[in-house]
């Protein structure tokens, strides 16, 4: 069973750092473009952090600057690095990658659970 396990989450305060993780876990053919995504309370998920067609990273306009993602192909992992952390980017954190299964599959979006950050003005 294929799984996308996030770590990395917590409690911040305004500027502070933190870095989140999320690895696929489990026996798969092929794994697209990992990225992040956010949720916070009363508002719709957003995409935070991706990588484009040409393997180059983009980001969120409120994030950039601040956010880095970064990736281990070989080790099916996705980091998100964030910087001087204000308030509202107090969320729940998703992680989320397009895979198969096997070589005749499709391709599905897989998602991670979810990890919370918190930031405290």
């Known amino acids: 069973q294929v799984q996308l396990v996030e770590s990395g989450g917590g409690l911040v305060q305004y500027g502070g750092s933190l870095r989140l993780s999320c690895v696929a876990s489990?026996?798969?053919?092929?794994?697209?473009?990992m990225g992040w995504f956010r949720q916070a309370p009363g508002k719709q998920r957003e995409l935070v952090a991706w990588?484009?067609?040409?393997?180059?990273?983009d980001y969120l306009d409120s994030v950039k600057g601040r956010f880095t993602i970064s990736r281990d192909k070989a080790k099916k992992s996705v980091y998100l690095q964030m910087n001087t952390l204000k308030p509202e980017d107090t969320a729940v954190y998703y992680c989320?990658?397009?895979?198969?299964?096997?070589?005749?599959?499709?391709?599905?979006?897989?998602w991670g659970q979810g990890t919370q950050v918190t930031v405290s003005s």
């Open positions: 990588f484009t067609n040409d393997g180059s990273p």
């Open positions: 989320q990658a397009p895979l198969r299964l096997t070589s005749w599959s499709n391709w599905r979006d897989y």
């Open positions: 489990g026996s798969l053919f092929e794994i697209g473009n």
